[in-house]
């Protein structure tokens, strides 16, 4: 059984940052990726970054690249994500995932708001 478990989320005006976290538990032997996703509304979920655990290998969505980081302490089985110069459009339900030898696994999200 693995366990995963994201916080961080809330309201921000425009232009504003929010670090997220995900924390992974249970019986994990190798997590090879893990990484953020998010979905707004009546949208399909989609890619947000990824970082393997070798390497620290990133991937990030061109519309976060150069705003958001991904971050990761293996020795914690955790992943941050860094979000600065938010926009409305970044508002959605960010989901974390972790990739193991037996599969993904994800958590139940975190809302993220970017209002004035």
């Known amino acids: 059984q693995v366990h995963v478990v994201e916080s961080g989320g809330g309201l921000v005006q425009p232009g504003g940052s929010l670090r997220l976290s995900c924390v992974a538990s249970?019986?994990?032997?190798?997590?090879?990726?893990m990484g953020w996703y998010r979905q707004a509304p009546g949208k399909q979920r989609d890619l947000v970054a990824t970082i393997t655990s070798s390497r620290d290998r990133t991937n990030y969505a061109d519309s976060v690249n150069g705003r958001f980081t991904i971050s990761r302490d293996n020795a914690k089985s955790t992943v941050h994500l860094q979000m600065n110069s938010l926009k409305p459009e970044d508002t959605a339900l960010y989901y974390c995932?972790?990739?193991?030898?037996?599969?993904?696994?994800w958590g139940q999200g975190t809302q993220v708001t970017v209002s004035s």
């Open positions: 995932i972790v990739r193991i030898t037996n599969g993904d696994y």
């Open positions: 249970g019986t994990i032997f190798n997590i090879y990726v």
